[in-house]
């Protein structure tokens, strides 16, 4: 069965850091395109990162334009674990962030997710 | 960026009611159209993929269509367990979900 268990998140002040983890278990993480999606609280999600696979596409990494420079996206495949660095935190990062395996690299949709982890900026 | 509008922000209908959600894509996606359905609290849930494939274990009421740039989900009876807010996403160039349409029952 495919699990997903974020962690990490939490109160984290203005301009502050915080390196969210994602566990996964039940598949073969290093074949699996990953990714971190959000929600501020009351409004919908909004897609944050993508990382590929290390196995033929070097773990590439694309982000959405509200958060490229400050986020950053990284895998560890021997700890079946995906991470999620935020640095200079700002109020609207404000949201629950889940990690999500895309289904395939030919059909990206996004089959499982985490219960996601609750990260709150202020001051 | 490829932008995603869904139509209507929210939706009442009763129990047995046949509703239909709607979502615009800005530019062609192609087949590559998503619906999920999120309930308050809880991570969401995908129902269909490539624009028309049911996610095995969805209730077969759920249904969807289209391709382009106009994408459509049906419910065709909706049930007391439907009441959620559903989202579009598109996969065809990274990933953007639709603004949500919540069903009220």
């Known amino acids: 069965e495919v699990e997903l268990v974020e962690s990490g998140g939490g109160l984290a002040k203005p301009g502050g850091s915080l390196r969210l983890s994602c566990e996964a278990s039940?598949?073969?993480?290093?074949?699996?395109?990953m990714s971190w999606v959000r929600q501020a609280p009351g409004k919908g999600l909004e897609w944050v990162a993508r990382?590929?696979?290390?196995?033929?596409?070097?773990?590439?990494?694309d982000y959405a334009a509200a958060v490229k420079g400050r986020f950053f996206i990284s895998r560890d495949d021997s700890k079946n674990t995906l991470y999620l660095q935020i640095n200079n935190l700002q109020a609207e990062d404000t949201a629950v962030y889940y990690c999500a395996r895309i289904y395939d690299i030919w059909s990206a949709y996004y089959a499982y997710w985490g219960q996601g982890t609750l990260v709150t900026v202020s001051s | 960026d490829i932008q995603m509008t869904q139509s209507p922000s929210t939706l009442s209908a009763s129990v047995g009611d046949r509703v239909t959600l709607t979502c615009r894509a800005s530019q062609s996606i192609g087949k590559w159209l998503a619906w999920y359905q999120q309930k308050p609290g809880k991570a969401p849930k995908v129902l269909i993929y490539e624009a028309s494939i049911l996610k095995s274990g969805v209730p077969s009421r759920f249904s969807g269509s289209g391709s382009g740039t106009e994408f459509t989900l049906t419910i065709s009876s909706l049930q007391p367990d439907d009441s959620a807010t559903y989202y579009c996403q598109q996969y065809n160039d990274l990933h953007t979900f639709g603004q949500g349409t919540k069903v009220e029952i």
């Open positions: 039940g598949f073969t993480f290093r074949e699996a395109w």
């Open positions: 990382i590929k696979r290390g196995i033929d596409e070097a773990r590439s990494t």
